[in-house]
């Protein structure tokens, strides 16, 4: 199996500083669009929010076993990069962000603010379902 190291947007660009930053998606309907993180390793909202409260023990602490998306998936072996120690560091030298301390209350505040940017009728399809595509391939619901 290939070992497989996500180095970000230094894929795109080239540049060494690059390395581990990631596009920050819209907010629009986020809380429709789960997994979350830039990997799918956060099943629920509320996790990758206290993910980025810090990033760090974030990081040192993760439980893989909550990823949504498997590395088998993509023919990569994801979980060596967690298990090389010089990767790990590299990794943890990237995160920007400072530890934020913010109380219960502050955090149920972001979850519904990320709610208010959900328009419920994304969620049922609002432009509705496809008859046909122009492939020609049965198209499911």
Excluded: C
Aim: aromatic share 6%; charged share 25%; glycine share 10%.
């Amino acid at each position: 199996m290939t070992r497989y190291a996500d180095r970000g947007l230094q894929y795109v660009t080239g540049d060494i500083e690059d390395r581990y930053r990631f596009r920050t998606p819209s907010l629009r309907n986020v809380t429709l669009t789960a997994p979350y993180g830039h990997s799918g390793a956060h099943p629920t909202l509320v996790g990758i929010v206290r993910h980025h409260l810090d990033p760090m023990a974030g990081l040192m602490r993760y439980d893989r076993a909550q990823a949504m998306l498997m590395p088998a998936q993509f023919g990569a072996d994801d979980w060596g990069t967690m298990e090389d120690q010089d990767t790990l560091l590299e990794i943890a030298a990237g995160i920007e962000l400072p530890p934020q301390d913010l109380t219960e209350g502050e955090i149920a505040d972001i979850l519904d603010f990320l709610t208010a940017l959900t328009d419920i009728r994304a969620a049922k399809g609002r432009l509705g379902v496809t008859k046909t595509v122009p492939s020609g391939l049965p198209v499911e619901n």
